[in-house]
């Protein structure tokens, strides 16, 4: 939609623990995961609804974990994912 490119990378990393990550602390202010089993609980999924100016909406998938929100395009993304990790499952 505004010229970006954006390619997504599914990998298993090994354990959690043993990673030691370093985000851009000007893009990232918080690292955290989310089990697939998490992901695909009902409960721990929704959409939010947007209207623009000009009247138009849309509507987009959110993925809730306690305070944290998974929204934008990394919950397009997730979504995207899980429908071609899990299919009929999601």
Same mark, same amino acid.
């Given at each position: &939609?505004? =010229?970006?490119?954006? %390619? ?6 090994? #354990? @959690? ?9 000007? +893009?990232? +202010?918080?690292? *955290?995961? $989310? #089990? $697939?089993?998490? $992901? !695909?609980? /009902? +409960?721990? &999924?929704?959409?939010?609804? *947007? ?8 509507? @987009?998938?959110? *993925? @809730?974990? =306690?305070?944290?929100?998974?929204? =934008? $395009?990394? %919950?397009?993304?997730? /979504? !995207?994912?899980? /429908? @071609? !990790? ?5």
């Amino acid at each position: &939609q505004h =010229g970006m490119t954006v %390619a997504p990378v599914v990998a298993n990393l090994g #354990p @959690l623990e043993a990673l030691t990550l370093n985000p851009n602390p000007d +893009e990232v +202010e918080e690292v *955290f995961t $989310l #089990p $697939l089993a998490h $992901l !695909l609980r /009902e +409960e721990n &999924q929704g959409y939010t609804h *947007f209207r623009t100016a000009s009247g138009y909406g849309y509507t @987009l998938p959110v *993925f @809730l974990n =306690g305070p944290h929100k998974v929204w =934008g $395009l990394t %919950a397009i993304v997730t /979504e !995207l994912t899980l /429908e @071609l !990790l899990v299919p009929g499952r999601y």
